[in-house]
């Protein structure tokens, strides 16, 4: 029981991290595109 909980805790945290790995890539993208142009 306690281990799917601390399983299910990590997931939420990596889901985070995901998201903001995303968001930095893209506002880097951005900035790329922007500076392109």
């Known amino acids: 029981m306690q ?3 601390l ?3 990590l ?3 990596d ?3 995901l998201n903001l790995l ?3 890539s893209y ?3 951005e ?3 922007l500076g392109k142009c």
């Open 22 to 24: 995303v968001m930095f």
């Open 27 to 29: 506002i880097s993208l």
């Open 15 to 17: 889901g985070m991290i």
């Open 7 to 9: 399983i299910l805790e």
């Open 3 to 5: 281990v799917s909980i």
């Open 31 to 33: 900035k790329d595109f």
């Open 11 to 13: 997931n939420k945290v």
